[in-house]
């Protein structure tokens, strides 16, 4: 018996770009992988126009998922959910829904895409609030995972919780640890070492039966002192903004040194096959597609100015997550949390008994 | 008339390494700035022996204020505030209090430093809490100054004013930018834009008389988009610590491919005035030396880490600030906020008056 095929629904027309980098990158990414099928959605004459020209690769690799509305980048979540309800986005999210396909993915405006995502497929019982988690390349060669990363700005101790659990869940699956290291991301020496919230969470993690490493800071994200760092979707979002445009600055000033002079130039040339592996181990293209986790099905997240390279990486996260059994794996980390915390009850409910009942 | 001296008191004990490399540091700063004079706090002999075989400078460029404790990088605040009462920070702040110092500087313990300034020093009035803050290199060329970077964990909106106004103080005086513009660290597209604090702080800002810029992401900050950047306490240090971290992360990434093997080697060598030139442009000591803003005296801490190179630096910083006027300018930047906050007032009073007396 052949391998189940994995049926992707990709959203065509969102990202900056849009058609134009989603269409020969699914090619791309459908010849690389003739296990998989790609549903996509969005309008049908613009997807043929798209496909025009593309290599035969001799099996029926895709189908259009006809969508008559398009999510902007500047779409409210409002417009996008209540106004758009034939939207490529919602379209692809549907399929999931629909046992259609395996797995979704979008380039567009973000705050959409969670909220069609999360309004389709609804959360996984356990999980008040999805969450948007990423992995940040590190110094061990490996990635970290990191969320949430925008999706929750003020968030309770059980909700970085939960975070912990799902980002273990991920990691476990998709990226193979073994009983992943968590992490949550405090600040250190200074004046005072976190917020109450934080706190509060240390103290759940405790007794969470993950694998809970203590508190780690900003610096240990690309250490790679933990496997998952778990923090709100502010702090998240800030940090990995803050790393993305270090990174930039580090390439722009790379290249305006290189390029300064002739003897510059120079040895620039003679340095190039250095530079390039070097560019090529922090091209965060190779990280591209978040997951948004916590849902009844995969979605995946392409950064919106992912070019038909980095495209395709969001495209290798869902067929990895549907693959690996993220879902699965999500659902039953759920379980088990749950179990250890009846265990936990059941036992101080027996020791308060011991207690109170004088011995015999 | 020669121009008054700039008197420097520094913790010659704190920081990880101490006197190796407080005092050489010192020596090196006091050749380069003879309108200087560094008042040397810590164990005299010590220090003392410190100072043997440095090159004499032909004038009394020290000054030892002798102290018989020192505050360690693992002590509490309460140890060191308390226990601790002639320990070699408390002197440095003291001798600022006296009038003896313009400035004082510590390379020890964040939070027992701040805590010690605060207590010897006071706060400014109008300033509730103090707040770190240093400066980030951007894309620009310049430096994006940042705060707060740990001092205060849970902010209300009238703290991030309160910090802005420091900060603005900070850039207009000692970097000399023009009415700085104000950046508030925010979160862009994703699902929420802000939690319910930064959103009441744009409001204040907005009607602050200070040049508000309005939001700002977390790329802006090497963008250089704003000359200050303002955030609470966790997530200034936790995006700092995440971007020092990444920027050893790529350091070592780019030793490690350039000793890759010999030709990768060769190309370095090749190469090396380049990446000389980039290491500089990159180098994080060259900005060493937060500010602890909002005390009635100049204080600044160095990174724990720092060499005499970077310390010195961080010495650069207090006599910048002293000679720029920086606690004249942040004082003033409160009285002209307090200015147009009751002119403010007044007028609405009179709309008031306006709209409830019926015309004549």
Redesign the interface.
């Known amino acids: 018996m052949s391998k189940p095929e994995i049926r992707i629904a990709i959203d065509c027309m969102g990202g900056d770009i849009g058609l134009p980098v989603t269409v020969p990158a699914a090619h791309q990414f459908a010849k690389q992988n003739p296990d998989t099928r790609l549903l996509l959605a969005g309008n049908a004459a613009a997807i043929e126009a798209a496909l025009k020209g593309l290599a035969d690769l001799g099996r029926q690799w895709y189908e259009i998922l006809p969508a008559s509305e398009v999510v902007t980048?500047d779409d409210s979540?409002e417009i996008a959910l209540r106004r758009k309800k034939d939207s490529s986005m919602r379209v692809a999210a549907q399929a999931v829904k629909d046992g259609r396909a395996d797995a979704c993915v979008s380039a567009g405006?973000?705050?959409a895409w969670?909220?069609i995502s999360r309004y389709v497929l609804k959360t996984l019982d356990g999980i008040d609030r999805p969450a948007?988690a990423t992995s940040i390349?590190?110094?061990k060669g490996g990635a970290t995972t990191m969320l949430d990363?925008?999706?929750?700005?003020?968030c309770t101790a059980e909700h970085l919780l939960q975070f912990a659990i799902m980002g273990s869940a991920l990691a476990s699956t998709v990226d193979r640890h073994e009983r992943p290291t968590i992490g949550l991301?405090?600040?250190?020496?200074?004046?005072?070492k976190?917020?109450?919230v934080?706190k509060q969470a240390a103290e759940l993690l405790r007794s969470s039966g993950l694998n809970f490493y203590g508190n780690v800071?900003?610096?240990?994200?690309?250490?790679g002192t933990v496997d998952v760092v778990v923090?709100d979707?502010?702090?998240g979002?800030?940090?990995?903004?803050?790393?993305?445009?270090?990174?930039?600055?580090?390439a722009?000033?790379?290249r305006a040194?290189?390029t300064?002079d002739a003897?510059?130039m120079a040895?620039?040339v003679?340095?190039k096959?250095?530079?390039d592996?070097?560019r090529d181990?922090?091209d965060n293209r190779r990280y591209n597609g978040a997951a948004l986790l916590g849902l009844r099905g995969i979605v995946i997240k392409s950064h919106g100015s992912a070019d038909a390279y980095a495209f395709g990486y969001a495209l290798q996260r869902a067929r990895d997550a549907v693959r690996k059994g993220l879902l699965e794996g999500t659902a039953s980390a759920i379980d088990r949390l749950r179990q250890s915390l009846q265990a936990a009850a059941v036992q101080s409910a027996e020791l308060a008994n011991d207690v109170s009942d004088p011995a015999p």
Chains 1, 2 share one sequence.
């Open positions: 980048m979540v405006n973000t705050g969670m909220a948007i390349p590190n110094q990363l925008g999706a929750n700005v003020d991301l405090n600040i250190g020496e200074e004046v005072i976190g917020n109450e934080v800071e900003g610096d240990d994200i690309c250490k923090c979707g502010f702090v979002n800030v940090v990995l903004k803050s790393i993305e445009g270090l990174a930039k600055m580090v722009a000033m790379m040194e290189f300064r003897l510059s040895a620039g003679l340095a096959p250095v530079l592996r070097f181990r922090v």
